[in-house]
């Protein structure tokens, strides 16, 4: 299990004209991902999403609150103590062309990291192609095809597969991929998230996602969990789609309905949510973060910050002094009719938010 408590990051910056300049990133986030689960962290741009990920893969620093990996505490740890934790953690990047070097071929780039662990467990040098080879099968690439291959030779979702192929030559417990999919041509995106999820199912690997996307939040399992950020803060968690048929915290109810295939909230609807926001993240706002969008805004949102508080299901959490429950009523087709601007793929992915098509009052 790997989760985080009350991880907070302020980026300083020198000061522009207007002065100093805190940028808070993260101002408490607690979570956890269980052994050979998937939770998902969406949100709009700005919120915190990648910092979270780069923090929990052990490429950012944080300045409280702790990432404990498999009931082991890494901020008491000296940094090379905590290096062996962290990499059972990997990053999955979202664009593959940067990702891989292109002075080196598909082999080159696999062996360095297989040598490495063929020493860890005293194999010998002919498990370093034969690993190679396995693990080029296991994402679904011939290997005999790309071994030889530089990164520029190869397609989008090739070079993704690489780069997964790759994050799984130190046997990871948990693959974070941060908008992995996002660069790659929308043609391919279902076959990687797909992929994904057949690692989680075969080899128990856990899986961070972290997206702007509600949709492919919700492709990565039924059984997932989503964390909606806002801020630098959890506005809602719970159950995939317990929190998306039956959103709670206002927040989330406006990304619901900012799907272009949702109809929208009836009530208070979204033309009532202001919608965008220039975000200024240097403010330490006193009060619920989302209280100058919020429709339900009362005297008390503006003073005190709501904590994270159990909804009738307790597996179910909202950061809201006014949650209204509303429900999704799911609907089988878009009716605008026919594939959306994103083609076949974007239509399949996009055809799970579909899903979510109409939010309506229940309470
Ligand atoms: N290296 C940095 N220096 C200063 N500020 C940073 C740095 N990295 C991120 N930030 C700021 O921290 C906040 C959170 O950024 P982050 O990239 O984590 O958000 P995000 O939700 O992943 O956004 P996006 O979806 O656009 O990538 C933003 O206000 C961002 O401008």
Redesign the pocket.
Known sequence: MISGTGITKT?R?RGDHTGAQD?Y?LRGVDFTVPKGGAVSFI??????????GRIVAGLETYDSGDVVIGGVPMTPLRPRKREPYFRRIQLIHQDPYSALNPNRTIEQTLRAPLALRARQMKRPGSWIGERAEELLSLVGIDPGYVLPRYPHQLSGGMRQRVVIARALTVDPEMLVA??SVSMIDVSMRLSILALLKDLRERLGVSLMF?T?DIATARYIGADSELYV?YR?LVAERGPTETVISGPVHPYTQALLSAIPVLHGLELPGPDRVVPTEA?D?RRPDTGCLFARRCPFRSDRCVEERPELAHCLDPTHEHACFHPHRRQVIPVERFTSGGPDANGTAGTAVNGAAGAAARVRTTA
């Open positions: 980026y910056r940028v990133a949100g709009e741009s700005g919120c915190g999403k990648t910092t979270l941060d908008e972290i702007h950020l630098g975000l993240e």
